[in-house]
Nanobody
Framework: QVQLVESGGGSVQAGGSLRLSCAAS????????MAWFRQSPGKEREGVAA????????YHADSVKGRFAISRDIAKNTVFLQMNTLKPEDTAMYYC?????????????????????????WGQGTQVTVSS
């Protein structure tokens, strides 16, 4: 059974940093697709970053490029989101998501990673709050 557990959220001041972790079980992050989404009250869930573990390509939303970075640790079966220079508008619940855990190939992932329906597996989320 696929399970995703996020950690690392918290409250920081603007300009600060946080590192989110997503521990995966039930499959290996070596050959699948992982992503981070975020959602704040009254807003739609937004794709923040994604990684295609097959070729290690990464994707980041324009709003976080240069500040956030997604990465993975295969040995720990964990995916990370390093968040630097945080802004109040980054405040949200952050979710880890996974797809292709059975080795399935997602054609056109680079155009689909922002879509929540692309990912069948989700964690419970971790709250990030950035104060000004």
């Amino acid at each position: 059974q696929v399970q995703l557990v996020e950690s690392g959220g918290g409250s920081v001041q603007a300009g600060g940093s946080l590192r989110l972790s997503c521990a995966a079980s039930g499959y290996t992050v070596r050959a699948n697709y992982m992503a981070w989404f975020r959602q704040s009250p009254g807003k739609e869930r937004e794709g923040v970053a994604a990684i295609d573990s097959r070729d290690s390509n990464t994707y980041h939303a324009d709003s976080v490029k240069g500040r956030f970075a997604i990465s993975r640790d295969i040995a720990k079966n964990t995916v990370f989101l390093q968040m630097n220079t945080l802004k109040p508008e980054d405040t949200a619940m952050y979710y880890c998501a996974a797809a292709g855990t059975g080795g399935q190939l997602l054609v056109g992932f680079n155009g689909r990673w922002r879509i929540p329906a692309t990912f069948p597996y989700w964690g419970q989320g971790t709250q990030v709050t950035v104060s000004s």
